[in-house]
């Protein structure tokens, strides 16, 4: 049985035009089984968050195609790009994109009263997860009045809780210290378990227990496989684990 949830076919991304052309994605193609928790490193400029945006529709493909559930998501528009992006992807970003009118509690349950969730049901379920993120003391806070983790956090909860097929993490962890980023490495560990998650980070900390690494440069995929495969490799993610350790 496949159980291949999404293949990205050969795609690629240019921007500007035939004077100034930039390619930003070259020809890339992989698959994601579903339940897999891929991993993206590369240089700057190899276009790691352009293939996610790519992948999520934020922006759209030059050539190829991306499939999911064997649907062809490069063809949507209109309700059915709205239907794939509220009903089957998560997003995470660099910035929270939290309501400060809001208490913690009520950005996360946001999504599930505006799709008509019963408030039992949202009651029961906000604080299970907030308890699996260890934020449920900040729950009753406004986000000027928790830290920087504290609202990334909150964040995860959210997109979390909307139960997506896919959920795409771009830096998420970037503005997480490193006790905060440890809490939330023990609540993925849970939360993630069968859902299909890609994830750019800088800190091999945060993605070297995925279920496969992808390294990219402006050529392309470089490497592919596991930490312990491509450690042993010895190539550009071993230079980059070495010197991250030096750093230490």
Do not use: W
């Not at 159980?3 to 994601?32: E, M, P, W």
């Not at 190829?64 to 998501?73: A, F, L, N, P, Q």
């Not at 209109?78 to 400060?100: E, M, P, T």
Request: charged fraction near 25%.
């Amino acid at each position: 049985m496949d159980d291949t949830i999404l293949r990205v076919d050969d795609i690629q991304k240019f921007y500007g035009n035939k004077g100034n052309l930039t390619k930003a994605v070259d020809h890339i193609s992989f698959s994601v089984r579903k339940g897999e928790f891929l991993g993206i490193m590369g240089s700057s400029g190899s276009g790691k968050t352009t293939l996610l945006n790519c992948i999520s529709t934020i922006d759209t493909v030059t050539s190829g195609h991306i499939y999911v559930e064997g649907k062809d998501i490069t063809t949507l528009h209109g309700s059915q790009l709205a239907d794939f992006r509220g009903k089957k992807l998560g997003f995470i970003f660099q910035d929270f994109n939290l309501l400060d009118t809001l208490t913690a509690y009520e950005n996360i349950s946001l999504a599930l009263s505006i799709a008509g969730t019963k408030p039992s049901e949202i009651q029961k379920c906000v604080p299970q997860i907030a308890k699996a993120l260890n934020i449920q003391e900040v729950l009753n806070k406004y986000p000027y009045q928790v830290s920087g983790g504290q609202k990334q956090l909150i964040s995860f909860a959210r997109t979390l809780l909307s139960d997506p097929k896919i959920l795409v993490l771009d830096e998420a962890t970037s503005s997480i210290d490193a006790r905060t980023e440890k809490l939330l490495q023990q609540g993925l560990q849970r939360l993630l378990v069968g859902r299909t998650s890609f994830i750019i980070a800088h800190r091999l900390s945060t993605i070297k227990n995925c279920d496969k690494i992808m390294y990219i440069d402006n050529k392309g995929i470089a490497e592919c496989g596991t930490h312990d495969q491509l450690i042993a490799k010895k190539g550009e993610y071993y230079k980059l684990y070495t010197a991250q350790h030096m750093d230490e």
